[in-house]
């Protein structure tokens, strides 16, 4: 009976094992989805960000303001040209009222944009761009910043009740200073970010997997804590890369899915 039973559980065993081999197989031979197939699939195409336009347009915009400003005060407010058609022009509005509706229009432009830029680098991060985020973090607030200042300037200027000449002397000094410092930062914002969009790089994370691929002497990786580094900015881009990884995760496994299930 042993004999029989062993004999017969042997037989069960041979035959499972065959069955499974035979699902393997069928496993192994069914339709495979391509190394090429995936790689296209998975592969994210680059996406430039639009905002070096909007700098370069704000850009304009600042020095026509001050342009038109300075015509205004020199004709207008100090009276060096015709008085009827500046109040013609300007509809019976003094001059220093249109240079300060014309500074609280700009204003609201530098705010439009600086909320656009914010927006397009914090896509661009959570596409995997997290250098170009960090890099242009500092950069983004500037101009906001400058005009913001020259705002504070002009109402203590307006506030102080100086005379006629005097305030329009300082009011154009102040715009002036605007105009040196925040169409440069807005000129080195657009250098940047057409260079970032002509290089058309890959995502951060794809660049360090390509040079310890193909680099032997390559360089350790930011995510990790060295000599030297600042323990809040290592945190910070652990933080980055980990949601950076978390939706690529799940941008790869949606298509995987949707592949598999076109095979």
């Keep these: 009976m042993e004999s029989k039973a062993r004999s017969l559980y042997g037989q069960a065993g041979t035959s499972a094992d065959m069955t499974c081999s035979l699902e393997e197989d069928a496993l192994v031979d069914g339709p495979l989805i391509s190394a090429d197939t995936l790689h296209s699939a998975i592969r994210r195409q680059f996406q430039t960000v639009p905002t070096h336009c909007h700098a370069a347009l704000l850009s304009l915009l600042h020095i026509v ?45 530098v705010l439009v944009f600086t909320h656009c830029v914010q927006h397009h680098h914090s896509q661009a991060r959570r596409r995997g761009y997290l250098r170009f985020y960090r890099d242009m973090r500092g950069l983004d607030y500037v101009p906001l910043t400058v005009h913001s200042t020259g705002n504070v300037l002009l109402l203590v200027v307006l506030a102080a009740r100086l005379s006629t000449q005097v305030q329009s002397y300082m009011v154009l000094c102040i715009l002036g200073l605007e105009l040196l410092v925040g169409v440069p930062c807005l000129l080195y914002y657009t250098v940047k970010v057409r260079r970032f969009n002509r290089e058309r790089a890959a995502p951060d994370v794809s660049q360090e997997e390509y040079s310890h691929s193909y680099s032997v002497t390559s360089l350790p990786t930011e995510t990790g804590f060295r000599e030297g580094s600042s323990l809040e900015e290592v945190v910070e881009k652990q933080a980055d890369l980990i949601e950076y990884l978390k939706q690529h995760n799940t941008l790869l496994s949606k298509r995987l899915l949707n592949l598999t299930a076109q095979h």
């Design 65 to 109: 303001f001050v342009v038109l400003s300075m015509c205004v005060s020199v004709l207008c407010v100090l009276k060096c040209g015709q008085v009827e058609v500046c109040a013609r022009v300007l509809f019976n509005v003094s001059g220093d009222s249109v240079i300060v509706f014309g500074k609280v229009c700009l204003w609201v432009l």
